[in-house]
């Protein structure tokens, strides 16, 4: 999250296609597990229910996320 969030207007196309390269780039360097969590999530997918998918607590759910928005924004 950053300026963008403040501000109404749309990304234009050249922001759209970096931000879309980072993520991609991101997702890649998950493991396949991690990497199911982070699409399911991206979807939009409550974090009980991604929890029940991958048969963790909704406890070590939140673990993960934490460590996957530490990930992301080291």
Do not use: C, H, N, Y
Not at 32 to 42: T, V
């Amino acid at each position: 999250a950053g300026m963008e969030l403040l501000s109404d207007r749309q990304p234009g196309p050249a922001l759209e296609a970096q931000q879309r390269e980072q993520t991609e780039r991101f997702l890649a360097s998950l493991s396949p597990r991690e990497q199911l969590i982070a699409d399911a999530l991206l979807d939009g997918v409550q974090s009980q229910e991604v929890a029940r998918r991958v048969g963790v607590s909704a406890a070590r759910m939140t673990q993960i996320r934490q460590q996957l928005k530490e990930r992301w924004e080291g």
